[in-house]
């Protein structure tokens, strides 16, 4: 069985541009992979949302709305995004891909930073950030996870998912706390509203992190995190991490502020508090190693150089100039083993190389036992197993001294008869002992390493070894049809005689079904029992397909897709019902109309005043003539009648304030002048009576 990684989308183009070449992570969003642009013919990072969420439009909002925000930021520490659509189920975002790693990954491997090294990563992290605030943007989830550390040292701030303007609603909607726990500032957990001294809070406890190698809250639930983030300060890295410089401690506490108001402005302005500490750090203070964190030579020497420079370096000792933060590699990199005949691509047989496969050379003098510099991984049995015949049956003797009275090995004396008799029924034994070690595993031998080679290639190889060949078939994304995937026994493990090997079909393919006039849950079960994940679903009006049914899917029927991948449906809503008016109309006709037409009835609880009698129709929503669909919902609003004010007695007031004070109680008014006069005389209605709120009154002035 193909043991290499069954993903849907490796080796496959997306929206005729984008060639998947590899997985480099699953998020709980989106998945990203190295990919291709094969018409600019550059290396991206592919960003695609999970199906199963594609079909959520709050999602589909928040992704593509990470476009839109990298977008508008051209900066050189912003992962640049170039490019968003979908295909199929597919919604995807085409990134700029670092080669490199994440802070989160640095932190891990380091433990706490040098000082020197922390602003190696926080200057350019807000100077990305500035550019944000600068644009009115508010990144809303600054963490290790998402500050990137390139192999070229450049720094580069990504994932701006849950980005939302300054000037815009900042709070959830949803109720839900968006963010990470350990990152969030008070003002995001208690009143659900961002502003760019949110992100800078987070800075100040990705400082902290950097300084002291832990998050500044304990471990705990996620409540308790919460509390702590709400009661209590972020604590003084020194605490942690003695002989910190007091201004370290002093840029945690200005930045973590619980008060927002006690922060800096935005990251620019936080960027230059930070280049003003930095300068007045010795070079012995920007040196300095926390306890416990792994040094340099621990990881070897490669590093990587972070090449952000100081920002200004005025005030800094001499000798402190011309210092470079170096931030080492991790030292576990292995040369790859060369994949063909005794290797396998992923995980399969053939991984658990020897000793003499890889190469390694055991050091003068090494045995079983041997400690010495190059003996690691050397055990007694990997040396017995290239040591030689006579290592391995002899070595006991090599060891001995020679017996009393001759060689070492060699003949004893006594009586000639006794010695025949007694060298006759050695020989026999051995005779006996030999044929039956030849019947049973005299016979065996190891399997030869046949993996990616031809079928008949492979077949050959076996059969010139003794072995009998049986051939079974599986699908595999990695090797090619009509080679070999695995083998059973392994290469290299001994066979009685008989292997199996397993030759690739290639990647499993399956078609697209044609699910044209099929119910939706018909086809999305159908589609999964093909192997195939129903994507996003789109509707639209047909009069000849039944509402609830598919007109069809993208890509076409027929198409030939690997197991696994989304197909996007186009379902009908059914021949268009224009809405009728039924504003004015009785409650019980409005719904007898609606019903007729296929259509679902609301009443709103809340009636309202209205031309219309008490009891009619007021309102609708959709308006008359709205197009919609069989089972869509009208909602109506009843009428409480006309509202009736009490007219005010106006006569005998100017004309001015007549008409104010008309106007004021809800009336529009309509003055009639006898000559040059501005005193009322006479008013309809007159004052005391009831009229209709909105109604007109005449005032007659003299």
């Not at 017995?384 to 004893?412: L, S, Y």
């Not at 159908?526 to 679903?537: C, S, T, W, Y």
Request: charged share 25%.
């Amino acid at each position: 069985m193909d043991r290499t990684l069954h993903d849907p989308l490796v080796g496959q183009v997306l929206d005729g541009r984008y060639r998947v070449e590899a997985r480099i992570a699953v998020g709980g969003m989106a998945t990203v992979y190295r990919a291709v642009d094969t018409r600019l013919d550059r290396v991206l990072a592919l960003k695609v949302m999970h199906p199963s969420l594609a079909v959520d439009e709050l999602f589909v909002d928040r992704f593509i709305r990470e476009a839109k925000s990298a977008a508008r930021l051209a900066h050189p520490n912003v992962v640049a995004v170039f490019d968003q659509g979908t295909d199929g189920g597919y919604v995807y975002l085409a990134m700029e891909y670092v080669a490199g790693r994440t802070l989160r990954d640095l932190l891990r491997e380091r433990g706490a930073l040098r000082p020197r090294a922390a602003f190696d990563v926080l200057e350019p992290m807000l100077s990305a950030l500035g550019a944000a605030h600068h644009a009115g943007l508010v990144h809303r989830d600054m963490k290790p996870e998402n500050v990137l550390i390139g192999d070229d040292g450049s720094v580069k701030v990504a994932d701006f998912g849950l980005v939302r303007t300054v000037d815009g609603q900042t709070s959830s909607s949803t109720g839900q706390l968006m963010g990470t726990i350990s990152y969030l500032a008070p003002e995001q957990i208690e009143d659900g509203v961002s502003d760019p001294r949110s992100d800078l809070y987070a800075c100040g406890v990705l400082l902290y992190e950097m300084l002291t190698g832990a998050k500044p809250h304990s471990p705990g639930t996620p409540a308790a995190v919460l509390y702590q983030h709400l009661h209590e300060g972020i604590p003084a890295p020194s605490g942690l991490v003695p002989g910190l410089a007091p201004q370290l401690d002093e840029l945690v506490a200005r930045t973590t502020a619980r008060a927002p108001a006690d922060r800096p402005d935005d990251a620019l302005a936080l960027l230059a508090e930070v280049r003003t500490a930095r300068a007045a750090l010795t070079g012995e203070q920007l040196e300095a190693l926390p306890p416990g964190a792994r040094t340099d030579a621990e990881h070897g020497d490669r590093t990587l150089s972070l090449g952000c420079g100081n920002g200004g370096g005025d005030g800094r000792s001499a000798g402190d100039a011309e210092a470079t933060s170096v931030l080492p590699y991790d030292t576990a990199v292995t040369e790859p083993v060369p994949y063909g005949p005794g290797t396998r691509r992923e995980g399969g047989a053939g991984t658990d190389h020897t000793t003499a496969e890889l190469g390694v050379v055991a050091p003068d003098g090494a045995g079983p036992g041997a400690a010495g510099p190059g003996a690691v991984g050397l055990g007694a049995v990997g040396l017995a197993d290239f040591a030689g015949d006579d290592t391995a049956e002899h070595g006991a003797d090599a060891a001995g001294t020679a017996p009393p009275g001759g060689h070492a090995g060699g003949p004893g004396r006594g009586p000639w008869r006794p010695s025949l008799l007694v060298l006759t029924g050695v020989l026999l034994v051995l005779l006996l002992g030999g044929g039956a070690w030849y019947l049973t595993s005299g016979q065996s031998v190891k399997t030869p390493a046949v993996l990616d080679m031809t079928e008949a290639e492979a077949r050959e190889t076996l059969e010139e070894a003794g072995l009998d060949v049986d051939v079974e078939r599986d699908h595999s994304l990695r090797v090619q049809r009509g080679r070999v995937i695995e083998t059973s026994p392994a290469p290299g493990e001994t066979s009685d005689g008989d292997v199996t090997i397993v030759v690739s079909r290639g990647p499993e393919i399956v078609k697209v079904p044609d699910l044209a006039g099929m119910p939706l849950d018909e086809a999305r079960a159908k589609l999964k029992g093909v192997g195939l994940d129903p994507g996003i679903v789109t509707r639209e009006f047909d009069a000849e397909t039944a509402r609830g049914s598919v007109l069809r899917t993208k890509p076409d029927a027929g198409t030939e897709k690997r197991p696994g991948s989304a197909v996007a449906l186009t379902v009908s809503k059914g021949e268009v019902i224009p809405a009728p008016d039924l504003v004015g109309d009785d409650e019980d006709d409005a719904r007898d109309a609606l019903e007729e037409l296929g259509l679902k009835v609301r009443v709103a609880q809340q009636r309202v005043f209205s031309d219309e009698d008490e009891g009619k129709v007021a309102e609708q929503s959709p308006s008359e003539d709205a197009p919609l669909a069989e089972g869509d919902t009208v909602t109506l609003t009843l009428s409480k009648g006309q509202d009736m004010v009490s007219v005010p007695d106006v006569g005998g007031q100017d004309a001015d304030e007549a008409r104010e004070a008309l106007e004021d109680a809800g009336f529009s008014v309509k003055v009639r002048k006898l000559f040059f006069a501005d005193r009322v005389f006479n008013q309809s209605p007159e004052g005391g009576d009831e009229a209709p709120r909105g109604s007109e009154v005449t005032i007659w002035v003299r």
